[in-house]
């Protein structure tokens, strides 16, 4: 199931976000040292127990002082001489003696609530525990999601999102939605941090390492049921990697530089910088993935609201043809501005971008090999007619792992590289 597209003027379509999350290194080195200050078992932590435990217990014992002096010649216990005595000698007031209605009292005093009963026994009050759900564990400014339908499954929430009350999309296994400040939505794609394998599958890689230190796609076909690797090639399905034609077209056309440089703040001046680029952004997302054990790809379509990139149900998709994200250039710049403009918003702490060819076959791969398997025939053999636009997530039979729209609707395009004049398009 691959497409080339070597015009990028025409309506070829749309793409859906690829939301990565990333944390500063710098963050996580100081969450670390936070951790040990003031974890669960953390120096800080233990320190406050302690204190807290002796202050309770002076609270305690000063009300039983009260209460060995208030029982009567025959040794009975007297509630309302305790009553007084803890007035008189402690300086409580009415307020802090408060009548349970069982013949027991309970008694405020420094902050803690101490149990008398009719015999005079003395306990402190405990507050009755809270259970909140979903689990979740705060990860500097992110929160980790803890799948209570497996044990080790878990996702990164950013700071701002939120997880999506519906029952059903409150699983990983088959397609956890977050729902961003604006209202977008993604899907939460879980992938091996060791291994980079989707869902711990094994020989699924979403990629590899080229040289050094730099990460290229691994790319798939789908022919029918299965799914087979696409070796690389320099002038072949590739990425990250740029395009220039015949040398002076394309990735190394001023003005289509210029267009991206204008809704990024970049500086491209030819597609050497630009290739650059992409491979900086390709190995930040492939870091992202092995911190975090997965990635985020927008649950519809793209649409546009005043100009800005969205991924929200029911509204008409952009695409290339669309004067505000014209070519694909446009739409490309457009998907990164997403992350510009949340942060800057909403004080999130995401970055986004054009979702690659090897991010679109691992939630493909996903679908057929994961834990949860799902019919891919929905993207390999749509039900509609390809490329015909529509309304964003409107049709329940083109929807796999929560995700619409990869089966029908517009065709989606990618990052990944072609030839020496190809953009590949995907889903139809």
């Known amino acids: 199931m691959k497409n080339k597209a070597k015009s990028f003027d025409k309506n070829k379509g749309i ?3 690829a939301l990565v999350i990333t944390i500063v290194v710098l963050l996580i080195l100081a969450g670390v040292t936070i951790a040990t200050l003031t974890g669960d078992n953390g120096i800080l932590t233990r320190a406050n127990e302690a204190k807290e435990v002796t202050e309770e217990a002076g609270a305690k014992e000063k009300v039983q002082m009260e209460v060995a002096g208030s029982f009567d010649e025959h040794g ?3 509630m309302d001489k305790l009553k007084e005595n803890l007035k008189e000698n402690l300086g409580l007031q009415e307020s802090d003696i408060k009548d349970n209605g069982d013949g027991s009292i309970t008694v405020t005093i420094d902050g803690y ?16 525990p809270v259970v909140t759900e979903p689990p979740t564990e705060k990860v500097g400014k992110d929160t980790i999601f803890k799948d209570p339908n497996s044990s080790d499954k878990e996702a990164y929430i950013p700071k701002g999102f939120k997880v999506s009350e519906e029952p059903t999309e409150q699983k990983i296994d088959t397609g956890l939605v977050v729902i961003a400040p604006d209202g977008s939505e993604f899907v939460w794609v879980p992938v091996d941090k060791k291994t980079l394998c ?6 699924k890689e979403v990629a590899e390492i080229a040289s050094g230190t730099d990460y290229r796609g691994v790319l798939y076909d789908f022919p029918g049921t299965t799914s087979t690797k696409i070796g690389y090639s320099d002038d072949g399905y590739r990425e990250p990697d740029v395009v220039t034609g015949s040398g002076s077209s394309y990735d190394n056309k001023p003005t289509y530089l210029e267009e ?3 809704i990024l703040g970049t500086k491209f001046i030819n597609s050497g910088d630009f290739k650059k680029y ?3 952004e390709y190995n930040e997302i492939i870091g992202s993935i092995k911190i975090k054990g997965g990635f985020y790809i927008g649950r519809y379509e793209s649409s546009l609201n005043a100009g800005n990139i969205q991924s929200k149900r029911n509204v008409m998709p952009t695409g290339a043809d669309n004067s505000g994200t014209n070519r694909w250039y446009g739409l490309y710049a457009k998907q990164h501005e997403y992350a510009t403009v949340m942060n800057s918003s909403y004080q999130t702490n995401i970055k986004s971008a054009m979702i690659y060819g090897s991010m679109y076959d691992a939630v493909m791969n ?29 049709l329940e039979t083109d929807k796999i792992k929560n ?5 029908n609707n517009l065709y989606e395009w990618t990052a990944e590289a072609n030839s020496t004049d190809g953009r590949v398009i995907r889903g139809r």
């Open 15 to 17: 793409t859906l976000i």
């Open 76 to 78: 009975n216990f007297d």
């Open 113 to 128: 609530e101490i149990l008398v009963d009719a015999e005079g026994s003395v306990s402190v009050k405990k507050p009755t």
């Open 198 to 203: 989707v869902d711990g599958v094994a020989d």
């Open 260 to 262: 991206m440089n204008n």
């Open 278 to 280: 992409m491979q900086d």
């Open 366 to 394: 996903w679908a057929l090999y994961g834990e949860d398997k799902t019919d891919a025939s929905k993207v390999t053999n749509p039900s509609e007619p390809r490329n015909s636009k529509k309304a964003t997530g409107t």
């Open 403 to 407: 995700i619409y729209d990869l089966g």
